[in-house]
């Protein structure tokens, strides 16, 4: 797991000098491909083998959103955003997000005129990603969507029975959301 995550930001120095690839090396799009490749794996794993496992299979330990207070695992979004928390104190040029047109925290909703085209594609051809570039401040940004679907039982059940959820029809295999990756140009 590590030796990707250290090839793919390595590879950000390749990146961030030239919006295309330089000869021999790697293209924003394939860095955030991989950066995304890393995400999406680390990500599956903790929603199939620590949450839907101990929590639906087990009935060991629940996840929660209020995981402090009710001694409980962190939902898969919320690992999720502490690790892209993390990502961005160390100000690297990669930044990465879990949005949606449907969040359950309004914290979550696409703010960018690429977030949200970028999430409306996804929605519509489940499986393919989106390509942008977007000036924000003072910085141009390669900006990457990926479709983010509902992997197990626990993100549909989670959503569906969630009282913020503005949406509760989503099943297995549903596109909930879109994962956007940001890298500095």
């Known amino acids: 797991m590590l030796l990707p995550t250290a090839l793919a930001l390595a590879s950000l120095v390749a990146c961030k000098s030239a919006s295309s690839s330089p000869a021999g090396g790697v293209s924003p799009q394939q860095l955030a491909d991989a950066v995304h ?10 929603t199939r083998e620590v949450v839907n496992r101990l929590q639906n299979e087990l009935g060991v330990i629940k996840a929660s959103e209020h995981w402090k207070e009710d001694k409980a695992l962190p939902l898969p979004a919320q690992m999720f955003r502490m690790g892209a928390d993390l990502t961005a104190q160390k100000e690297a040029g990669v930044h990465y997000a879990l949005l949606s047109q449907w969040p359950i925290s309004r914290q979550n909703l696409p703010r960018t005129d690429v977030e949200k085209g970028g999430l409306a ?9 989106y390509y942008g570039s977007e000036r924000l401040g003072d910085t141009n940004y390669f ?6 679907k509902a992997i197990a039982p626990a993100c549909v059940q989670c959503h569906n029975q969630h009282a913020s959820s503005p949406r509760h029809d989503f099943a297995l295999g549903d596109v909930m959301g879109g994962v956007v990756i940001r890298l500095a140009q």
């Open 37 to 46: 490749a890393v995400l999406e794996s680390d990500r599956a794993v903790y």
């Open 121 to 129: 594609f996804v929605v519509e051809n489940p499986t393919q990603n």
């Open 143 to 148: 900006t990457a969507v990926y479709p983010d």
